[in-house]
């Protein structure tokens, strides 16, 4: 049997990205995509140019996504952000590190890197790093990135966030975190 990762998100909280169409009752992307944009739309009285905005931006997430990686959008205000995490689940590379996974050593971090050991009651020990990096964008805008790290059953499991608003990426923080604390490796 083939490892693979388990999200136990908290649906009021997360939307999970589907990685493959159709995916329950969505015929495609556009499907779902229109979909979650209109539900929204209703919840919270979004205008046009807003609703375009939330649309196009769920299209972005879900495409271009490799293979070993699941996506998740943080909605609670769609009106003013729209925050996604990547969890990457690759065969482990047995030359890497949790410090290589968690990027401590990222050579675009433009100050030192914040790294703390991260227990997950599910995937144990791992590495959490937080830095503020140049992330090569043509105005040099500084991104703040939260990334996890664990090596277990033969997966690297690696979870990014990452926003351009170090203080959004800040407050969500503590959310970001239980979302990591659900992760799992089950049997595929």
């Known amino acids: 049997m083939t490892a693979t990762i388990r999200v136990d998100f908290d649906r009021d909280l997360w939307l999970y990205v589907p990685e493959e169409w159709p995916w329950n009752q969505f015929a495609d992307l556009d499907d779902w995509a229109g979909t979650i944009t209109r539900l929204l739309t209703d919840a919270y009285s979004l205008d046009q140019p807003t609703a375009r905005w ?5 299209h972005s997430i879900a495409t271009d996504r490799p293979e070993t990686e699941s996506r998740f959008v ?3 205000n769609p009106a003013e952000f729209v925050f996604f995490v990547s969890v990457l689940y690759p065969t482990s590379s047995p030359e890497l590190t949790l ?5 401590v050593h990222d050579p675009a971090a433009t100050s030192a890197v914040m790294v703390t050991t991260f227990l997950s009651d599910l995937l144990g020990d791992g590495v959490r790093s937080i830095r503020y ?9 500084i991104a703040a990135i939260a990334q996890y790290a664990w ?6 499991v690696v979870m990014i966030a990452a926003n351009f608003n170090i203080a959004l990426l800040t407050e969500l923080l503590p959310i970001v975190d239980d979302l990591a604390r659900s992760i799992s490796i089950v049997d595929a």
């Open 54 to 58: 939330i649309d196009e931006s769920l």
């Open 74 to 76: 943080y909605l609670a």
């Open 99 to 103: 410090d290589d996974l968690a990027a």
């Open 133 to 141: 990096a140049d992330v090569g964008e043509p105005d040099h805008d």
């Open 151 to 156: 090596q277990k059953n033969g997966l690297d």
